[in-house]
């Protein structure tokens, strides 16, 4: 059995009209809302053996932020470039070529990119709001094992939910 964490990055700031859409930054909103994240899911007992991240300045400081809360090196945040603005089915591709080592992955990524990723693997539409972390269980010992419609949702967590 593996563990899948599919985070979408924290919120980002839109007020650099003239920067590129692969450097934008996190806003104070999405500073906030990594740590936080990343506490809940440590609370939980779900640190993952490893952390992959586009290489987007939002997604990859999302990634270092949540490590850190995680306990985790943020250095130890493995970079890929081609998650960034790519499909679910490539997202997939990531995955199957994941170290067996791992029993818990998080890949931190985009939108709709991880939202159809959440669909592709689990046949459940999942609403990914910036920041969100869905859980998602895999029937496999091997990542490369991993195929669509076969996995579970098990939720999905969102920096609202700890404030209801």
Known sequence: MKTLLVVRHAKSDWGHPGLDDHDRPLNDRGLRDAPRMGERLAARGLVPDVIRSSTALRARTTAALLAEALGR????????????????????????????????????????????????????????????????????????????????????????????
């Open 73 to 164: 090196d943020p250095g130890s945040v493995e970079l890929d470039a081609s998650m960034y603005a790519t499909g679910a089915a490539h997202l997939l591709e990531v995955i199957r070529g994941l170290d067996d080592a791992a029993g818990t992955a998080m890949l931190v990524g985009h939108n709709p990119e991880s939202s159809a990723l959440v669909v592709r693997l689990t046949g459940e539409f999942a609403e990914l709001p910036t920041c969100a972390v869905a859980e998602i269980r895999l029937p496999v010992d091997h990542w490369a094992d991993a195929s669509a419609d076969a996995a579970e949702l098990v939720r999905v967590d969102t920096p609202k939910d700890g404030t209801r």
